[in-house]
């Protein structure tokens, strides 16, 4: 029979690095769930993504066990990662603070299409490419899509 489930939390954490310090203790203390043991598996799962900021969902039974699912890092993150930079602008429409092109724009889509709403590639990279100049970074290129049609 199936485990009546109580509820969800959604946390970040890095890859590996998880311990009962804010903010995985008091989430899981008051959801009433043993954070060691939350912990040590997490840092299992996540041994290949060592350092790399990770959403995880944790599913929380009546019986006081869960299981998580851990996510792909976000495209925030990960485009900071590919334009080198520590933070984004903090006034994005006048002051730009890097570029990414449009075939890193594919590899952070590629590796988080499984999370994303989008249904191709295509309409991933123009989500992926709204959070880059909402970060303050520029998109440089043609995207792939305008060369496709020109060559028609």
Do not use: H
Request: charged share 25%; aromatic share 6%.
């Amino acid at each position: 029979m199936a485990k009546e489930i109580e509820g969800y939390v959604k946390l970040q954490v890095r890859g590996g690095q998880a311990n009962p310090a804010p903010p995985v203790g008091p989430a899981l203390g008051a959801k009433g769930l043993n954070i060691m043991e939350f912990c040590k598996r997490f840092n299992a799962a996540s041994q290949d993504s060592q350092g790399k900021l990770l959403p995880v969902v944790i599913t929380v039974y009546k019986d006081k066990s869960f299981d998580f699912v851990v996510k792909s890092p976000p495209a925030a993150s990960q485009l900071l990662e590919k334009a080198k930079l520590k933070k984004g602008s903090p006034e994005s429409n006048r002051q730009k603070v890097g570029s990414v092109n449009w075939d890193q724009i594919r590899e952070i889509v590629e590796s988080k299409m499984q999370d994303l709403n989008a249904f191709t590639v295509e309409s991933g990279m123009k989500m992926v490419a709204g959070t880059a100049r909402s970060m303050g970074l520029t998109v440089s290129g043609t995207p792939p899509w305008e060369t496709k049609e020109s060559t028609e």
